[in-house]
């Protein structure tokens, strides 16, 4: 992969409130869901960069290797729960909008696992990764996430 450009260097101001703004509204949502969803979406949009990092994390947080092997197939793998297919489909119905009205059923199945302000929290989830996958797959970027985990250690 060959970067084209450094969002971070470029933009340094727009790029720290990305940064803060994403992180924020990823915390107020369930870091294993979090990470099954930033994959799943990630894997929609041919984002290697996010992939990568999120199959990382996940396994850092305790994820299986089954269940990472397994998210492009969730529908059909026993391994996932209600809730957690819910979330999923909700995550591939927004990320794929321009495709049919899948939402109208996602959004049914949802309602049924999550709280309205969970709601929210979700669909917040998917706009980020949505928009981090952008900015790599636009640019190029690619980060090693052992080295990331290595520089938010150092900066604790």
């Given amino acids: 992969m060959t970067t084209r450009l450094d969002p971070l ?13 994403s992180n924020a ?5 369930d870091p294993i869901l979090t990470k ?4 799943r979406v990630s894997q929609i949009n041919g984002c290697a960069n996010c992939i990568n990092m999120h199959t990382y994390f996940a396994r850092d947080l305790g994820e299986s290797n089954q269940r990472i092997d ?9 391994c996932y729960s209600d809730r957690e297919r819910a979330a999923l489909a909700w995550a591939e ?12 059923a996602a959004y049914e199945e949802l ?13 917040m989830v998917i706009n980020v990764i949505n928009g981090w996958n952008r ?9 090693d996430p052992a080295a990331l985990k290595a ?3 150092a900066a604790a």
């Fill in 135 to 143: 900015i790599a797959v636009g640019f190029g970027g690619w980060a």
């Fill in 111 to 123: 309602k049924a696992y999550f709280s309205d302000e969970e709601q929210v929290a979700l669909t």
């Fill in 70 to 78: 397994l998210i492009a197939a969730w529908r059909d793998a026993p």
């Fill in 93 to 104: 119905a927004l990320t794929l909008l321009p495709e049919g009205h899948a939402h109208e």
């Fill in 36 to 39: 099954l969803v930033e994959i």
């Fill in 9 to 21: 260097a470029a933009a340094p101001k727009l790029m720290g409130e990305w940064f803060r703004s």
């Fill in 25 to 29: 509204l990823i915390a107020a949502f």
């Fill in 151 to 153: 520089q938010a250690a």
